[in-house]
C-alpha cells in the first residue's frame, strides 16, 4: 500500500477553512488551477467530495466538517515539531497584537494589562478593536490576534476557549432613581422604563422570555448597540440598564446597581483564538498577561466588597 502524501494535510487544512479553491490557492501562493488539482487528489485519498457546489459558493460535506479541526490540530501539531526550539525574550520582543472586545473590557481590564505589558516587554504595543460580532473571521484571516466574548453557535468549531471569568447581569440607574428607594421586586422592574442592548437590532432580550412567566412585560424605549451607551443614557436619565456585572465594573462608577429581580443564567466570558497561533511562545505568554488580569480584577473586587465599610 503506498504512503499517502502528507503535504495533503496542509492543503486540506487551507481548503477547509477557507472553504473556497480561490482563497485556498491565495494563501498557499499556487494557481486556481493547481488547487482545484490538490482538491481532485484529495477527494480520490479520502474518498469523499469534501467540498461540493452550493449555488456560487462551495459547502462542506459531513465528512469535512468531522476533519476540519483534527486536520487543524494535526497540521499545527507537525508544524510545532518541525519548528525550532524558541527561547522568548521579552525584554527584546518588538510585535503589536490585536484583540477584539465588547466595549468595558479595556476600561475593566485594559489599566492592568497594559502595565504589566509594559514591565515584561516595553517594546509590545496592544492595539484594541471593537467587536461589532461573534463571526470568526477576523480570527481565522489573521487580522485579529485575540479577542474575549462569550462562545455561540456562530463562533468557528476550529477557534479555541479558555473560560476567563462567570458573569451575569444587574441592573443599573443613576443614583436617586425611583428604584433605588424600596425593594426591587419584578413588577416594580418591569414597571420602569427600560434600554435594550442589542447589536443585531432586536426588539427583546431573555430579560424579556424570564418577564413572560410572571406576565409581565417591560416598556423598551430605545435600543443600543453597547453597554457604554446603555449606561451613559441611564446616568443621564430615569432609564434603566441591564449589563453585565464584572464587564462594566468602571462605567457603573457613581451609579446604583442591583441584582436583576429575575433568573438569568450566568454567561462565561472566554478568550478566543485560533489554533495557528496556539504554538506561538508570544501569544502564550499574552494569553497568560489577560488570564492573570482578568483573575487579579476580579480578586480585588471581591476583597473590596467582603471588607468593612
Not at 18 to 27: L, T
Not at 158 to 179: I, K, W, Y
Not at 217 to 240: H, N, Q, Y
Request: charged share 30%.
Amino acid at each position: 500500500m503506498p504512503h499517502p502524501d502528507l503535504n495533503l494535510l496542509v492543503t486540506l487544512d487551507v481548503l477547509l477553512t477557507e472553504g473556497s479553491v480561490a482563497r485556498a490557492a491565495k494563501r498557499l501562493r499556487l494557481s486556481p488551477s493547481a488547487m482545484s488539482r490538490a482538491l481532485a487528489r484529495l477527494r480520490e485519498t479520502t474518498g469523499d467530495p469534501l467540498l461540493v457546489r452550493a449555488g456560487r459558493g462551495l459547502v462542506a460535506t459531513p465528512r469535512a466538517l468531522e476533519l476540519r479541526e483534527r486536520v487543524g490540530r494535526l497540521v499545527q501539531d507537525a508544524e510545532a515539531v518541525l519548528r525550532p526550539v524558541e527561547t522568548l525574550d521579552l525584554k527584546r520582543l518588538v510585535r503589536t497584537f490585536t484583540l477584539r472586545n465588547r466595549d468595558g473590557f479595556v476600561e475593566n481590564f485594559g489599566p492592568d494589562l497594559i502595565a504589566r505589558i509594559g514591565e515584561q516587554a516595553p517594546g509590545v504595543r496592544l492595539r484594541f478593536v471593537l467587536k461589532p460580532d461573534r463571526d470568526s473571521t477576523p480570527l481565522r484571516d489573521g487580522s485579529v490576534d485575540l479577542e474575549t466574548g462569550v462562545v455561540g453557535k456562530s463562533t468557528g468549531p476550529e477557534v479555541r476557549a479558555q473560560a476567563l471569568f462567570r458573569d451575569r447581569f444587574v441592573g443599573v440607574v443613576r443614583m436617586g432613581h425611583p428604584l433605588c428607594k424600596a425593594a426591587i421586586t419584578p413588577a416594580r422592574y418591569a414597571a420602569g422604563r427600560h434600554i435594550l442592548i442589542s447589536r443585531r437590532g432586536l426588539d427583546r432580550g431573555s430579560i424579556d422570555d424570564a418577564l413572560e412567566p410572571l406576565r409581565l412585560k417591560r416598556e423598551i424605549v430605545t435600543v443600543v448597540g453597547g453597554f457604554s451607551e446603555a449606561l451613559a443614557l441611564a446616568r443621564a436619565s430615569d432609564l434603566i440598564a441591564s449589563v453585565p456585572e464584572r464587564h462594566t465594573g468602571n462605567l457603573r462608577d457613581g451609579m446604583f446597581c442591583f441584582p436583576l429581580p429575575v433568573s438569568l443564567p450566568e454567561i462565561t466570558v472566554s478568550l478566543l483564538w485560533h489554533p495557528r497561533l496556539d504554538a506561538d511562545p508570544a501569544h502564550r505568554w499574552l494569553r497568560g498577561c489577560i488570564r492573570d488580569a482578568c483573575t487579579e480584577q476580579f480578586t480585588d473586587t471581591s476583597k473590596r466588597r467582603s471588607e468593612p465599610p
